[in-house]
């Protein structure tokens, strides 16, 4: 299983920015994909998650982010997309793309990719 | 502030024993939810180092072990070496955030 996330950069606060995670392969025991993101200095924060298709592409959110960010996935879901908008300076983070097992955890985890929110 | 308490660091000499808590409530922890730790070396992104409260993955040395117990889990390291000098991060899944949460994580210092 690799994960390679994109998409990251400087964005002003109030615009917005979408990242993308590219999946090669899901382990047998993984039921979706999740994003996790680091601010600067600070500790690990669950953003959101996407179900498998096969599992009916559910999606849930952090209060933190819900009804600014939307996770979806293409149709052979080989990409993952997290759209973010009305992006605010404390979402500036490391943002890491994380496959999700029901008995393992997050088992594998993309390099991440740098949003930073400024103006 | 993290829905996961662990302490902000701890620290210990090389071959010694180290444990890490991490206290959560009855929406996650206390309701049965797994627990599973993970390890950030300096600059990279975080690994998977125990699912499950206390299974090691593929690769991890059986100086790691966790274990569980009403609302709280602990990670225990014992023969402490330099390369355990990491930040470590509990996590669980809450029933009411509908979502998982994380401790805020631990450095771990090896003298």
């Known amino acids: 299983v690799q994960l390679v996330e994109s998409g990251g950069g400087l964005v002003q606060p109030g615009r917005s920015l979408r990242l993308s995670c590219t999946v090669s392969?899901?382990?047998?025991?993984?039921?979706?994909l999740s994003w996790v993101r680091q601010a600067p200095g600070k500790g690990l924060e669950w953003v959101a998650f996407i179900k498998t298709k096969s599992l009916g592409g559910t999606t849930e959110y952090a209060p933190s982010v819900k009804g600014r960010f939307t996770l979806s996935s293409d149709d052979s879901e080989s990409i993952a997309y997290l759209q973010m908008n009305s992006l605010k300076t404390e979402d500036t983070a490391i943002y890491y793309c994380?496959?999700?097992?029901?008995?393992?955890?997050?088992?594998?985890w993309g390099q991440g990719t740098l949003v930073t929110v400024s103006s | 502030q993290s829905v996961l308490t662990q302490p902000p660091s701890v620290s210990g000499a090389p071959g010694q024993r180290v444990t890490i808590s991490c206290t959560g409530s009855?929406?996650?922890?206390?309701?049965?939810?797994?627990v599973h730790w993970y390890q950030q070396l300096p600059g990279t992104a975080p690994k998977l180092l125990l699912y499950g409260n206390n299974n090691r993955p593929s690769g991890v040395p059986d100086r790691f072990s966790g274990s569980r117990s009403g609302s709280s889990a602990s990670l225990a390291i014992t023969g402490l070496q330099a390369e355990d000098e990491s930040d470590y991060y509990c996590q669980s899944y809450d029933i009411s955030l509908n979502g998982w949460v994380f401790g805020g994580g631990t450095k771990l210092t090896v003298l």
């Open positions: 392969a899901f382990n047998s025991g993984d039921y979706g």
């Open positions: 994380t496959a999700v097992s029901p008995h393992l955890g997050f088992d594998f």
């Open positions: 009855s929406s996650n922890i206390g309701a049965h939810y797994d």
